[in-house]
């Protein structure tokens, strides 16, 4: 009984630190495009692990398919954080 508690302690610490452990995941970012300079704010659903490292790797590469390229991941977030982002990203709000 002790360690089945002393386990579940120890696998509730750390998984205390993931934002989107049970839940989705998502990142906004800036990107950019060349000739003529587009610059646009954006919302992506993330599809691996919930980390600004990971999501600078996906984001990157979701994006670098339509011509875009990644300027910086500002944040990674749970579904809580989507409503106040929408208006400011606009057309990108989950485009990609």
Same mark, same amino acid.
């Given at each position: 009984?002790?360690?089945?508690?002393?386990?579940?302690?120890?696998?509730?610490?750390?998984?205390?630190?993931?934002?989107?452990?049970?839940?989705?995941?998502?990142?906004?970012?800036?990107?950019?495009?060349?000739?003529?300079?587009?610059?646009?704010?954006?919302?992506?659903?993330?599809?691996? @692990?919930?980390?600004?490292?990971?999501? &600078? @790797?996906?984001?990157?590469t979701r994006l670098q398919r339509s011509?875009?390229?990644?300027?910086?991941?500002?944040?990674?977030?749970?579904? @809580?954080?989507?409503?106040? &982002?929408?208006? @400011?990203?606009?057309?990108?709000?989950?485009?990609?």
């Amino acid at each position: 009984m002790k360690n089945a508690l002393a386990l579940s302690a120890l696998l509730l610490t750390l998984f205390a630190g993931f934002p989107a452990a049970a839940g989705e995941c998502y990142a906004d970012y800036k990107a950019k495009r060349d000739a003529p300079l587009q610059l646009h704010y954006g919302v992506m659903q993330l599809n691996d @692990s919930c980390t600004k490292a990971a999501a &600078r @790797s996906e984001v990157a590469t979701r994006l670098q398919r339509s011509g875009w390229t990644l300027l910086n991941v500002l944040s990674v977030f749970d579904e @809580s954080g989507l409503s106040e &982002r929408k208006a @400011s990203a606009g057309k990108f709000y989950l485009r990609f």
